[in-house]
């Protein structure tokens, strides 16, 4: 182990010490932790947010990021923690020497995942498939560093909301169905998200019907497909392409503007602040209530979404509305 035996050895006398943090992460392990927390690496891009949700960017040394815009204006130092692939570089940890990593759930047979338990490096599971997900990542980030009255407060907020939206929506009669779809450059095809995917769950949460709920996972999609399903409402989510391009496409080919989505103009684009409003990041609940708006306008027209964003971004980022670029339909 050469450098790394101390860290290791530190690492056991710090739990039979007590010096230690514990907890029970998404997989049910019980993960011992040396404190205070200081140093942490994630190689899971949907978690970056939440540690900075919770104030401790600081301690956040490297890791994946699905969108790093919005943390510009929370950290300065953010393009410098960029890792690149999706898979962790072990080399590159041990220089970094953190108090413990914290990856996806379904990384846990990873390779490099064992090694660094072998070199007594803590790592922590996480999940992100459901708000009950989020609210148990979020109590596991607020233990690790000693922020658990403000998880909580998160966690409480995020209850609060949800619990008032589901009266809002709770007496309606009808749902419009639903198509969320993304363009997956890479693969050159459109996607969109099965009835696993916490996209789906907010949408049915919203008063929606996924129309892709009976798949699983991500799934590319055709013209054929879209024109069978007929969606009334069509949402477009905006990774590394241009939504504003699929919009176009969607009205201009003979199959997708023939559905009732396009015929009404009921096409959005779901907002972004370099996270989507309808990702698992900590904007989900204004996402939420975006999506209830657009698919039921006549229940929440008293709704003023944007004094909820405003509050939103000041009360858990101290950030003003005006300096969040926010992309998207968003105009109300």
Same mark, same amino acid.
């Given at each position: 182990?050469?450098?790394?035996?101390?860290?290791?050895?530190?690492?056991?006398?710090?739990? @039979?010490?007590?010096?230690?943090?514990?907890v029970t992460d998404s997989l049910g392990r019980v993960v011992h932790i040396e404190e205070p927390v200081k140093r942490v690496i994630t190689n899971y891009g949907l978690l970056p947010p939440f540690i900075y949700l919770?104030?401790?960017?600081?301690?956040?040394?490297?890791?994946?990021?699905?969108?790093?815009?919005?943390?510009?204006?929370?950290?300065?130092?953010?393009?410098?923690? /960029?890792?690149?692939?999706?898979?962790?570089?072990?080399?590159? &940890?041990?220089?970094?020497?953190?108090? /413990?990593?914290?990856?996806?759930?379904?990384?846990?047979?990873?390779?490099?995942?064992?090694?660094?338990?072998?070199?007594?490096?803590? &790592?922590?599971?996480?999940?992100?498939?459901?708000?009950?997900?989020?609210?148990?990542?979020?109590?596991i980030l607020g233990k690790i560093f000693g922020k658990e009255e403000k998880a909580e407060e998160m966690i409480n907020y995020y209850s609060k909301s949800l619990s008032d939206l589901k009266d809002y929506v709770k007496?309606? @009669?009808?749902?419009?169905? #639903?198509?969320?779809?993304?363009?997956?450059?890479?693969?050159? @095809?459109?996607?969109?998200?099965?009835?696993?995917?916490?996209?789906?769950?907010?949408?049915?949460?919203?008063?929606?019907?996924?129309?892709?709920?009976?798949?699983?996972?991500?799934?590319?999609?055709?013209?054929?497909?879209v024109a069978r399903w007929d969606p009334d409402v069509i949402l477009i989510i905006q990774y590394r392409s241009s939504a504003q391009k699929v919009k176009k496409f969607i009205f201009a080919d003979p199959l997708w503007?023939?559905?009732?989505?396009?015929?009404?103009?009921? /096409?959005?684009?779901?907002?972004?602040?370099?996270?989507?409003?309808?990702?698992?990041?900590?904007?989900?609940?204004?996402?939420?209530?975006?999506?209830?708006?657009?698919?039921?306008?006549?229940?929440?027209?008293?709704?003023?979404?944007?004094?909820?964003?405003?509050?939103?971004?000041?009360?858990?980022?101290?950030?003003?509305?005006?300096? #969040?670029?926010?992309?998207?339909?968003?105009?109300?």
């Amino acid at each position: 182990m050469g450098r790394f035996f101390p860290i290791f050895v530190f690492t056991l006398l710090s739990v @039979s010490l007590g010096f230690c943090v514990t907890v029970t992460d998404s997989l049910g392990r019980v993960v011992h932790i040396e404190e205070p927390v200081k140093r942490v690496i994630t190689n899971y891009g949907l978690l970056p947010p939440f540690i900075y949700l919770l104030g401790e960017g600081d301690k956040f040394y490297a890791g994946m990021f699905l969108g790093k815009e919005f943390y510009r204006l929370l950290d300065e130092e953010v393009q410098k923690k /960029v890792l690149k692939g999706r898979s962790l570089n072990i080399e590159f &940890v041990k220089k970094e020497n953190p108090q /413990v990593v914290i990856s996806a759930y379904w990384q846990a047979n990873q390779r490099d995942v064992k090694q660094l338990e072998a070199l007594g490096i803590p &790592v922590v599971f996480v999940k992100l498939e459901s708000v009950e997900d989020i609210n148990n990542t979020i109590r596991i980030l607020g233990k690790i560093f000693g922020k658990e009255e403000k998880a909580e407060e998160m966690i409480n907020y995020y209850s609060k909301s949800l619990s008032d939206l589901k009266d809002y929506v709770k007496g309606i @009669s009808t749902k419009p169905s #639903v198509l969320i779809v993304f363009y997956d450059g890479r693969a050159h @095809s459109y996607r969109t998200f099965g009835g696993d995917m916490f996209q789906s769950k907010l949408v049915e949460l919203a008063g929606g019907i996924c129309v892709s709920r009976d798949l699983r996972g991500k799934k590319a999609i055709n013209a054929e497909q879209v024109a069978r399903w007929d969606p009334d409402v069509i949402l477009i989510i905006q990774y590394r392409s241009s939504a504003q391009k699929v919009k176009k496409f969607i009205f201009a080919d003979p199959l997708w503007k023939r559905t009732e989505a396009a015929r009404k103009g009921r /096409v959005y684009i779901v907002p972004n602040d370099g996270e989507n409003w309808i990702d698992p990041c900590p904007m989900w609940i204004l996402g939420l209530y975006w999506c209830a708006k657009i698919l039921h306008p006549e229940i929440l027209q008293d709704l003023d979404l944007k004094k909820m964003a405003e509050e939103f971004y000041e009360r858990f980022f101290n950030l003003d509305l005006e300096r #969040v670029k926010i992309m998207g339909d968003f105009t109300f």
